[in-house]
């Protein structure tokens, strides 16, 4: 069974609308991430949560909003969807934060294509 | 500010020879975690190997590498590469006690017969 889900696996939309990335985590892990990955540039970190607060935010635009309502779900929320977001979006838990909870697992990932 | 750097894009060999993918790092902070995930198409990154301590060489999958803080560096290797080692190879930095990963370009290995 797969310990972290993300929905939808693709995703397109038009330009100037907005859409919702889901992730679900059931590994017990306390912290969350979000990574981006657009074409042919490396994993990039956006957003850490610990407890269901955020810890860190790498992302530049407000457009970017992650949503947590349960310990073990952790939504990102982009508005004004622009061409330069489409990307492949993962989702990644921890147990924890630092030292040997440092282990992140990934999701597999929803693809964005904004037209 | 932190970064991961991956000199190779893209390493091609046949099966059975040697493997040696580098990764050097920057940042200011002493407590630098080392990564390396593999990244399967279609697949989620999973995590290779990871450190934190220096001069400590650490091993997993037949794969191992060793943190030396001295030069920065975490080089990935594996005495004789297999047909299934092909897939692209992160190597992460993590210094805000493992919150966020800053990734390098990756390396694409292909393995051929």
């Known amino acids: 069974d797969p310990k972290i889900i993300q929905k939808p696996k693709y995703l397109v939309a038009v330009t100037g609308s907005e859409k919702i990335l889901i992730c679900e985590q059931y590994l017990g892990h306390n912290a969350m991430y979000w990574y981006r990955q657009s074409a042919k540039k490396p994993l990039e970190f956006m957003f850490s949560?610990?407890?269901?607060?955020?810890?860190d935010n790498q992302t530049a635009s407000s457009r970017f909003q992650p949503q947590s309502s349960k310990k073990n779900h952790l939504d990102l929320q982009i508005t004004a969807l622009k061409p330069d977001d489409s990307a492949t979006y993962f989702c990644?838990?921890?147990?924890?934060?630092?030292?040997?909870?440092?282990?992140?697992?990934f999701g597999p990932g929803t693809r964005l294509t904004v037209l | 500010g932190d970064s991961v750097t991956q000199t190779e894009g893209l390493v091609t060999l046949t099966e059975g020879l040697p493997v040696m993918l580098n990764c050097t790092y920057q940042?200011?902070?002493?407590?630098?975690?080392l990564f390396w995930y593999v990244h399967y198409l279609n697949e989620s990154p999973w995590l290779l190997l990871r450190?934190?301590?220096?001069?400590k060489r650490t091993e997993h999958q037949g794969f191992h590498a060793t943190l030396h803080k001295s030069s920065s560096s975490f080089h990935l290797q594996k005495s004789s590469a297999q047909l299934s080692d092909s897939a692209l190879y992160y190597c992460a930095l993590s210094v805000w006690g493992g919150r966020a990963l800053i990734f390098g370009t990756g390396t694409t290995v292909s393995v051929s017969p």
């Open positions: 450190s934190s301590t220096d001069n």
């Open positions: 990644a838990s921890s147990q924890g934060t630092g030292g040997n909870y440092a282990e992140q697992f």
């Open positions: 940042t200011i902070y002493s407590n630098a975690f």
């Open positions: 949560y610990s407890y269901q607060k955020l810890m």
